[in-house]
Protein backbone atom coordinates (compact mmCIF):
# COMPACT_ATOMS: atom_id res chain seq x y z
CA UNK A 1 0.00 0.00 0.00
CA UNK A 2 2.64 2.60 0.42
CA UNK A 3 4.36 1.52 -2.25
CA UNK A 4 1.54 2.27 -4.23
CA UNK A 5 0.64 5.68 -2.46
CA UNK A 6 4.66 6.88 -2.78
CA UNK A 7 4.36 5.35 -7.05
CA UNK A 8 1.27 7.47 -7.84
CA UNK A 9 2.90 10.32 -5.93
CA UNK A 10 5.80 10.33 -8.58
CA UNK A 11 3.68 9.69 -11.10
CA UNK A 12 1.75 12.70 -10.15
CA UNK A 13 4.40 14.91 -9.56
CA UNK A 14 6.40 14.51 -13.22
CA UNK A 15 2.81 14.64 -14.63
CA UNK A 16 2.69 18.11 -13.17
CA UNK A 17 6.23 19.06 -14.15
CA UNK A 18 5.59 18.14 -17.74
CA UNK A 19 2.67 19.99 -17.97
CA UNK A 20 4.01 22.94 -16.32
CA UNK A 21 7.23 22.90 -18.37
CA UNK A 22 5.46 23.40 -21.99
CA UNK A 23 3.28 26.38 -20.41
CA UNK A 24 5.95 27.88 -18.92
CA UNK A 25 7.79 27.95 -22.42
CA UNK A 26 4.15 28.82 -24.37
CA UNK A 27 4.26 31.81 -21.80
CA UNK A 28 8.05 32.97 -22.42
CA UNK A 29 7.81 32.29 -26.14
CA UNK A 30 4.50 34.54 -26.26
CA UNK A 31 6.16 37.20 -23.96
CA UNK A 32 9.24 37.27 -27.03
CA UNK A 33 6.78 37.52 -29.77
CA UNK A 34 5.18 40.41 -28.26
CA UNK A 35 8.75 42.10 -27.21
CA UNK A 36 9.66 41.88 -30.75
CA UNK A 37 6.54 42.65 -32.89
CA UNK A 38 7.18 46.48 -30.70
CA UNK A 39 8.83 48.16 -33.63
CA UNK A 40 11.49 51.23 -32.18
CA UNK A 41 10.29 54.41 -33.59
CA UNK A 42 12.01 55.47 -36.46
CA UNK A 43 11.77 58.90 -37.60
CA UNK A 44 11.70 59.72 -41.25
CA UNK A 45 13.11 63.16 -42.76
CA UNK A 46 10.78 63.28 -45.22
CA UNK A 47 7.95 62.85 -42.92
CA UNK A 48 9.11 65.45 -40.80
CA UNK A 49 9.25 67.78 -43.45
CA UNK A 50 6.22 67.40 -44.78
CA UNK A 51 4.54 67.52 -41.57
CA UNK A 52 6.45 70.97 -40.89
CA UNK A 53 5.30 72.17 -44.34
CA UNK A 54 1.62 71.55 -43.69
CA UNK A 55 1.16 72.92 -39.94
CA UNK A 56 3.86 74.61 -37.92
CA UNK A 57 4.79 72.67 -34.96
CA UNK A 58 4.00 69.29 -36.61
CA UNK A 59 7.36 68.28 -37.49
CA UNK A 60 8.66 69.06 -34.53
CA UNK A 61 5.98 67.50 -32.36
CA UNK A 62 6.87 64.36 -34.94
CA UNK A 63 10.49 64.33 -34.60
CA UNK A 64 9.52 64.11 -30.32
CA UNK A 65 10.89 67.60 -29.78
CA UNK A 66 7.87 68.74 -27.68
CA UNK A 67 9.71 71.83 -26.09
CA UNK A 68 9.68 73.47 -29.51
CA UNK A 69 6.03 73.69 -30.05
CA UNK A 70 5.64 76.69 -27.46
CA UNK A 71 8.35 78.36 -29.56
CA UNK A 72 6.63 77.67 -32.93
CA UNK A 73 3.18 78.69 -31.49
CA UNK A 74 4.41 81.73 -29.58
CA UNK A 75 5.86 83.22 -32.98
CA UNK A 76 3.33 82.68 -34.93
CA UNK A 77 0.56 83.91 -32.86
CA UNK A 78 2.93 87.20 -32.31
CA UNK A 79 3.26 87.62 -35.79
CA UNK A 80 -0.50 86.72 -36.63
CA UNK A 81 -1.16 89.95 -33.68
CA UNK A 82 0.76 92.29 -35.45
CA UNK A 83 0.10 91.80 -38.53
CA UNK A 84 -3.77 92.24 -37.15
CA UNK A 85 -2.99 95.20 -35.45
CA UNK A 86 -1.53 96.58 -38.25
CA UNK A 87 -4.19 95.52 -40.56
CA UNK A 88 -7.18 97.01 -38.42
CA UNK A 89 -5.45 100.58 -38.05
CA UNK A 90 -4.68 100.58 -42.13
CA UNK A 91 -8.23 99.75 -42.78
CA UNK A 92 -9.46 102.62 -40.34
CA UNK A 93 -6.91 105.43 -42.00
CA UNK A 94 -7.59 104.73 -45.70
CA UNK A 95 -11.56 105.18 -45.11
CA UNK A 96 -10.18 108.57 -43.81
CA UNK A 97 -7.73 109.08 -46.78
CA UNK A 98 -10.56 108.56 -49.20
CA UNK A 99 -12.47 111.28 -47.61
CA UNK A 100 -9.76 113.72 -48.17
CA UNK A 101 -8.70 112.61 -51.35
CA UNK A 102 -9.54 113.04 -55.14
CA UNK A 103 -12.25 110.41 -56.85
CA UNK A 104 -11.12 109.51 -60.33
CA UNK A 105 -14.38 108.30 -60.71
CA UNK A 106 -16.73 111.17 -59.32
CA UNK A 107 -15.50 114.35 -61.05
CA UNK A 108 -17.80 116.39 -59.06
CA UNK A 109 -16.47 115.36 -55.47
CA UNK A 110 -14.74 118.16 -53.94
CA UNK A 111 -12.50 116.59 -50.54
CA UNK A 112 -12.35 118.51 -47.68
CA UNK A 113 -8.67 120.06 -46.71
CA UNK A 114 -8.94 117.94 -43.38
CA UNK A 115 -10.79 115.10 -41.16
CA UNK A 116 -11.44 115.06 -38.18
CA UNK A 117 -9.47 111.66 -37.14
CA UNK A 118 -10.22 110.01 -33.66
CA UNK A 119 -6.85 108.46 -32.38
CA UNK A 120 -6.09 105.54 -30.28
CA UNK A 121 -5.51 107.23 -26.98
CA UNK A 122 -8.82 109.40 -27.61
CA UNK A 123 -7.86 112.38 -28.88
CA UNK A 124 -9.63 113.93 -32.38
CA UNK A 125 -7.07 115.50 -34.97
CA UNK A 126 -7.54 116.60 -38.08
CA UNK A 127 -5.34 115.28 -40.33
CA UNK A 128 -4.76 116.39 -44.43
CA UNK A 129 -4.41 113.82 -47.25
CA UNK A 130 -0.66 114.09 -47.02
CA UNK A 131 -0.58 113.16 -43.44
CA UNK A 132 -3.42 110.55 -43.88
CA UNK A 133 -1.66 108.82 -46.76
CA UNK A 134 1.79 108.63 -44.76
CA UNK A 135 0.34 107.25 -41.71
CA UNK A 136 -1.44 104.72 -44.06
CA UNK A 137 1.30 103.81 -45.75
CA UNK A 138 3.06 102.84 -42.79
CA UNK A 139 0.51 100.41 -41.36
CA UNK A 140 0.69 98.60 -44.75
CA UNK A 141 4.60 98.50 -45.00
CA UNK A 142 4.45 96.89 -41.30
CA UNK A 143 1.71 94.73 -41.88
CA UNK A 144 3.01 93.63 -45.57
CA UNK A 145 6.48 92.99 -43.44
CA UNK A 146 5.15 91.42 -40.57
CA UNK A 147 3.24 88.70 -43.35
CA UNK A 148 6.32 88.26 -45.01
CA UNK A 149 8.32 87.63 -41.54
CA UNK A 150 5.67 84.55 -41.41
CA UNK A 151 6.05 83.54 -44.43
CA UNK A 152 9.92 82.83 -43.26
CA UNK A 153 9.03 82.21 -39.73
CA UNK A 154 7.33 78.98 -41.73
CA UNK A 155 10.14 78.11 -43.75
CA UNK A 156 12.80 78.05 -40.87
CA UNK A 157 9.58 75.77 -38.98
CA UNK A 158 9.94 73.07 -41.98
CA UNK A 159 13.92 73.63 -41.94
CA UNK A 160 14.52 73.13 -38.61
CA UNK A 161 12.26 70.07 -38.53
CA UNK A 162 14.60 68.63 -41.63
CA UNK A 163 17.59 69.59 -39.48
CA UNK A 164 16.56 67.79 -36.62
CA UNK A 165 15.30 65.03 -38.05
CA UNK A 166 18.42 63.75 -40.33
CA UNK A 167 20.44 64.61 -37.02
CA UNK A 168 18.13 62.11 -34.52
CA UNK A 169 18.75 59.87 -37.79
CA UNK A 170 22.68 60.43 -38.14
CA UNK A 171 24.40 56.87 -37.45
CA UNK A 172 26.81 57.68 -33.96
CA UNK A 173 27.95 54.40 -33.74
CA UNK A 174 31.68 53.23 -33.10
CA UNK A 175 32.46 52.85 -37.05
CA UNK A 176 31.88 56.33 -37.32
CA UNK A 177 35.03 57.71 -35.95
CA UNK A 178 37.72 59.76 -35.72
CA UNK A 179 41.23 58.80 -34.37
CA UNK A 180 43.89 61.69 -33.86
CA UNK A 181 47.28 59.66 -33.08
CA UNK A 182 51.08 61.39 -32.42
CA UNK A 183 54.01 60.24 -34.72
CA UNK A 184 56.91 60.05 -34.99
CA UNK A 185 59.06 59.17 -37.71
CA UNK A 186 62.49 59.95 -39.43
CA UNK A 187 63.22 62.65 -42.11
CA UNK A 188 65.44 60.32 -44.41
CA UNK A 189 66.59 63.77 -46.04
CA UNK A 190 67.82 65.48 -42.98
CA UNK A 191 67.98 62.14 -40.73
CA UNK A 192 65.90 63.93 -37.78
CA UNK A 193 63.37 62.70 -36.07
CA UNK A 194 59.67 64.47 -37.48
CA UNK A 195 56.84 64.87 -35.39
CA UNK A 196 53.15 65.22 -36.52
CA UNK A 197 49.45 63.79 -36.51
CA UNK A 198 47.86 61.12 -37.48
CA UNK A 199 43.67 61.31 -38.73
CA UNK A 200 42.26 58.10 -39.32
CA UNK A 201 38.34 57.80 -40.00
CA UNK A 202 36.06 55.01 -39.57
CA UNK A 203 32.80 54.50 -42.08
CA UNK A 204 30.50 52.50 -41.77
CA UNK A 205 30.53 48.73 -43.47
Known amino acids: MRIRLIFFLVVYFIA ?82 YV ?6 DPKYVPPATVA ?7 TRDLDVNQLKRINDGFRRNRDYTYIGMV ?19 DVSDDLSLHVKPIMEIDPLSQGMVSGLSLSFNFKK
Open 16 to 97: RAGISAPLDSLVQVKKDSVKSSIMPYKIIPRQATLKSLMIPGWGQLYNRQYWKLPLVAGAFITLGMIANYNQVRYSKYRDYY
Open 117 to 123: VPYEDGV
Open 152 to 170: LAWALNVVDANVSAHLKTF
Open 100 to 105: VSVHPE
